[in-house]
């Protein structure tokens, strides 16, 4: 085991938070509140998606990916597992390939297996439990290989560790998680992303595509209630982790194709007029009123072309499955 090649993982201070114990996630418990209030607070309520992944959030996603109506994750799978061969030999050698959400890890040793001699692997997590497990073990099954974890929120600016000079830097962004972000944040994130990786630089890509509006929607009304039960355990982190006092029974999960702002939307309807309590703070709802609590953007090539070209990347590789539902993008410097 090569488990000296592990480092600690590198905690990016915030301005709220300017130590992150490594007992905890990389969202301290402050900026949790601040984030919720802020959200429940507003005319309209909306959560952000990232505070989905608690460890039972984490797990919940896990089983998601496994459900037979969500097609994203076994179809990019299928892509990569693929074009891996083909994309490592558009990235070259030594690569220093860091991953934004790097979550179980699973999808990068498609690409770890292929790449020629990679130099580095730096996952960014904000689940540290998830991370150090990850750092392990990737460590230990490739050896040579610098392992440096980074402990952080990728939808802020965060700062990566020291790379080998010499590394053609790769960012991996799978999972069609960029889907989470309003088209002007994904193309402020994906322009970030442009100046991290350099001008030698190049990027994976996992996109979901448009699609029969039914296939869409099904992905997110799973027969099983995994997805509902991912939605309402915001309700449960609240109530655990802000004293929260949701009746979780009262919300239900709500998730349907906005066509035309080519989005999933995910939601919680209040079925009853209420007044729940969130970290001391009194929060009112009419029967029929929702927190929004994701969006995930489908793309068609326009809308994909127009997000990358203007974030400073250019599209060299477009792979897709047999049912044209996904893509896995290379992208380089314009
Ligand atoms: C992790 C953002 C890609 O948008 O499909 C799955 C999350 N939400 N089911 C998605 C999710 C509901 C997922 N991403």
Not at 179 to 199: D, K, Y
Not at 215 to 236: E, I, Q, S
């Amino acid at each position: 085991m090569s488990a000296s090649s592990v480092r600690q993982p590198h905690f990016v201070p915030s301005p709220q938070a300017p130590s992150v114990p490594s007992s905890t996630s990389a969202l301290a418990a402050d900026s949790v509140r601040d984030l919720v209030l802020r959200g429940l607070r507003a005319q309209v309520k909306s959560l952000p998606p990232s505070l989905f992944y608690d460890a039972a959030g984490a797990a919940l996603f896990e089983q998601i990916c496994e459900l037979p109506e969500y097609y994203p994750t076994r179809t990019e799978l299928a892509i990569l597992t693929r074009c891996a061969p083909t994309l490592a030999r558009a990235a070259g050698p030594h690569v220093a390939l860091i991953e934004y959400g790097s979550g179980a890890a699973t999808k990068v040793r498609l690409l770890l297996d292929q790449l020629e001699t990679p130099s580095a692997y730096v996952p960014v997590d904000v689940s540290h439990e998830q991370l150090e497990q990850v750092a392990a073990v990737r460590s230990a099954q490739y050896p040579g290989l610098r392992v440096l974890p980074v402990c952080a929120d990728y939808t802020r600016p965060l700062t990566l560790p020291r790379l080998p000079d010499d590394a053609r830097r790769v960012a991996f962004f799978p999972g069609s998680t960029i889907g989470n972000f309003h088209p002007t944040e994904a193309s402020a994130f994906l322009h970030r992303v442009r100046h991290t990786v350099g001008p030698r630089g190049g990027m994976i890509l996992g996109v979901d595509r448009r699609k029969d509006p039914d296939v869409l929607h099904n992905a997110y009304n799973d027969a099983a209630g995994v997805t509902a039960a991912f939605n309402r355990n915001l309700l449960v982190r609240m109530n655990r982790e802000l004293q929260a006092t949701f009746d979780v029974d009262t919300f239900r999960h709500v998730a349907f194709f906005n066509d035309a702002l080519s989005r999933i939307e995910m939601h919680l309807e209040s079925s009853v007029d209420q007044t729940v309590h969130v970290a001391g703070e009194a929060i009112t709802f009419a029967a029929g009123e929702t927190i929004h609590t994701e969006c995930s953007y489908k793309y068609d090539e326009p809308r994909l072309r127009t997000l990358v070209e203007e974030s400073g990347f250019r599209i060299e590789a477009l792979h897709t499955d047999a049912c044209d539902w996904f893509w896995v993008a290379w992208l380089t410097p314009i």
